[in-house]
């Protein structure tokens, strides 16, 4: 990864991880505490793709196993939040374009309770069964609401964070050079032309005019002779 990557990466991660040990697990709120920290894992990962988004999953989760007040086996959150940010990564909008949020809200849940089981999974493996006793149902409920309530305010920031680091035209740095581009797409979608100096754009199109009233211009000056 750049230097840029790791850096925001890394300042991301633990300020997440601070609010959510410090604030977000001292809310008491039934079921499952938001997962301030896979929310930003999730919108790196959507960003970097699938091997940056496995290393900041892997790191980010690591950093939470041995982070107080754990209380599980060391690894075990870095192995969820690897395999996470793979997947987050693999699903990255083309361009780095969000569409719209219907596609980023379906992996907050998609993330939410794939981590939730894996999270379970593994500590039955490990011989860890607190999710049974809580109630994997309640978990998996919980977990999907409150990531996907607190997800509008933390993917898109963590998301044209990492755009601006990495210098990314579509942030608001490359807005501007952008905005003829996408201008011309919306007029060119039903028109089927190119808008700018290409083959069939308007410049062609103004040539085209001239030629014509020029030619116009001529005969009507042959008839008059």
């Given amino acids: ?81 690897c395999v996470v940010g793979y997947l987050a990564g693999l699903v990255r909008p083309e361009n780095g374009r969000l569409k719209s949020a219907s ?35 309640g978990l998996l409920f919980s977990a999907a609401l409150y990531d996907l309530l607190l997800a509008p305010f933390v993917v898109p920031g963590v998301m044209w964070l990492a755009r601006r680091s990495d210098n990314d035209p579509l942030t608001e740095s490359g807005s501007a050079a952008k905005a003829g581009d996408i201008s011309s797409g919306w007029l060119s979608s039903g028109t089927g032309l190119r808008i700018g ?13 001239r030629t014509r009233s020029a030619k116009v211009g001529r005969i009507k000056g042959v008839k008059r002779l």
């Fill in 103 to 137: 596609g980023p809200m379906a992996v907050v849940v998609a993330a939410a309770l794939g981590s939730t089981l894996l999270y379970a999974g593994v500590g039955a493996l490990v011989g860890d069964t607190a999710a049974r006793h809580v109630g994997l149902p």
């Fill in 1 to 81: 990864m750049r230097v840029n990557r790791i850096l925001l990466s890394t300042a991301l991660v633990v300020v997440a991880l601070v609010i959510q040990v410090s604030v977000l697990a001292r809310l008491h709120l039934p079921g499952a505490v938001p997962d301030l920290l896979l929310l930003t894992v999730l919108g790196l990962a959507m960003v970097y793709g699938h091997v940056g988004g496995a290393l900041v999953g892997f790191g980010a989760g690591l950093l939470a196993d041995l982070a107080p007040p754990a209380d599980h086996a060391a690894g075990r959150y870095a192995l969820v939040l």
């Fill in 197 to 209: 100096g290409q083959r069939g754009g308007l410049g062609a199109l103004k040539a085209r005019a």
